[in-house]
Nanobody
């Protein structure tokens, strides 16, 4: 069992940056593939970026490629989402998730553990 807690959300102007953090407790991220998802009002939760359990393989949604970067600090047992060149359409609640598999899935129902979410609001 692993518990996930996100932080780092907030209000930022378009073109700005934020770094989200996802801290794990209960177990380390070793052996878990981790992902970031987001959900805007009235929309379904969607995949943003994922990192394989070895920490070497990443996958990002086309909408954030070149702007968002997922990474992990094994010492701090924390996964990050660095978000640059933010746009108003990036506004959403961002969730961290983990699954016991090496494959970076983009599907919500293939992740076993979820954080509570952190709000990101990008103003124009």
């Amino acid at each position: 069992q692993v518990q996930l807690v996100e932080s780092g959300g907030g209000l930022v102007q378009a073109g700005g940056s934020l770094r989200l953090s996802c801290a794990a407790s209960g177990r380390t991220f070793s052996g878990y593939t981790t992902g970031w998802f987001r959900q805007a009002p009235g929309k379904e939760r969607e995949f943003v970026a994922g990192l394989g359990w070895s920490g070497g393989r990443t996958h990002s949604a086309d909408s954030v490629k070149g702007r968002f970067t997922i990474s992990r600090d094994n010492v701090k047992n924390t996964v990050y989402l660095q978000m640059n060149s933010l746009k108003p359409e990036d506004t959403a609640v961002y969730y961290c998730a983990a699954r016991l598999d090496s494959y970076v899935s983009t599907r919500v129902n293939e992740y076993d553990y979820w954080g509570q979410g952190t709000q990101v609001t990008v103003s124009s």
